[in-house]
């Protein structure tokens, strides 16, 4: 059986729990937080989550996991059968990785953990995330679905990812990044809603508690 090795309040982590979860395919959660120690150094290399442990041996790197979810796995695809619509969906992952999430991250501390970011910052962000949500403007479908008229790996991405960095931009710059992308709230809210989708939203909240204290004692 796949083990997946990560915790619950990582939106990496929940992207290919959901993905399992999506699939219908069989998965032991094995809890674990980004750690130094040489046990799990072997099956991570940087110590990061997710890591997913198979029978070939183990995977890192979220977009790696999914591709080999995809490619090896039974259940409803989450991927385009044709190679360029695949490739465009893979495309649009990583821009809204790159060019959405990663800004945004760099103001996480503040938005969720009661830190504080510098003023040069948050300038720095704001005007990366107006580039990135341009971007995406002219990617995204919304037909109904991020990529087309079928949910998938985009949709994943999209609730776990743009979602984030969108809470940042509400809080901190008084910007919904999704105003003007017609069909784009009413997607997050249906994504929102898919019954693993809230399974997965569930355990993030029970685990918060834990996470957090975590935190504080670094």
Same mark, same amino acid.
């Given at each position: 059986?796949?083990?997946?090795?990560?915790?619950?309040?990582? %939106?990496?982590f %929940?992207?290919? &729990?959901?993905?399992l979860?999506?699939?219908?395919?069989?998965?032991?959660?094995?809890k674990?937080?980004?750690?130094?120690?040489?046990?799990?150094?072997?099956?991570?290399?940087m110590?990061?989550?997710?890591?997913?442990?198979?029978?070939? /041996?183990?995977?890192?790197?979220?977009?790696?996991?999914?591709?080999?979810?995809?490619?090896?796995q039974?259940?409803v695809?989450?991927?385009?059968?044709?190679?360029?619509?695949r490739?465009k969906?893979?495309?649009?992952?990583?821009?809204?990785?790159?060019?959405?999430?990663?800004?945004?991250?760099?103001?996480?501390a503040?938005?969720?953990?009661?830190? &504080?970011?510098?003023?040069?910052?948050?300038?720095?962000?704001?005007?990366?995330?107006?580039? /990135?949500?341009?971007?995406?403007?002219?990617?995204?479908?919304?037909?109904?679905?991020?990529?087309?008229?079928?949910? /998938?790996?985009?949709?994943?991405?999209?609730?776990?990812?743009?979602? +984030?960095? %969108?809470?940042?931009?509400?809080?901190?710059?008084?910007?919904? +990044?999704?105003?003007?992308?017609? /069909?784009?709230?009413?997607?997050?809210?249906?994504?929102?809603?898919?019954?693993?989708?809230? &399974?997965?939203?569930?355990?993030?909240?029970?685990?918060?508690?834990?996470?957090? &204290?975590i935190?504080?004692?670094?």
């Amino acid at each position: 059986m796949l083990k997946l090795y990560g915790f619950p309040v990582s %939106n990496y982590f %929940n992207m290919v &729990k959901l993905a399992l979860l999506e699939k219908d395919i069989p998965f032991e959660e094995v809890k674990v937080y980004p750690n130094q120690s040489e046990e799990y150094l072997e099956i991570s290399p940087m110590g990061k989550v997710p890591c997913l442990v198979t029978d070939q /041996g183990p995977l890192t790197e979220t977009s790696a996991i999914l591709d080999y979810i995809e490619e090896s796995q039974p259940g409803v695809p989450l991927y385009p059968q044709q190679a360029f619509a695949r490739a465009k969906v893979r495309e649009l992952i990583h821009e809204m990785e790159l060019y959405i999430e990663l800004p945004a991250r760099r103001c996480f501390a503040e938005v969720f953990f009661g830190g &504080k970011v510098s003023v040069e910052t948050r300038q720095e962000v704001e005007a990366a995330l107006e580039k /990135g949500v341009a971007c995406l403007k002219r990617r995204a479908l919304f037909a109904p679905y991020v990529s087309g008229e079928e949910f /998938g790996y985009a949709d994943i991405f999209f609730l776990h990812s743009v979602e +984030l960095a %969108n809470q940042v931009s509400k809080k901190l710059f008084q910007k919904d +990044l999704l105003e003007g992308m017609p /069909g784009a709230s009413e997607l997050m809210e249906r994504l929102a809603q898919r019954p693993l989708a809230q &399974k997965v939203t569930a355990d993030l909240h029970a685990g918060m508690e834990e996470f957090a &204290k975590i935190r504080s004692a670094k």
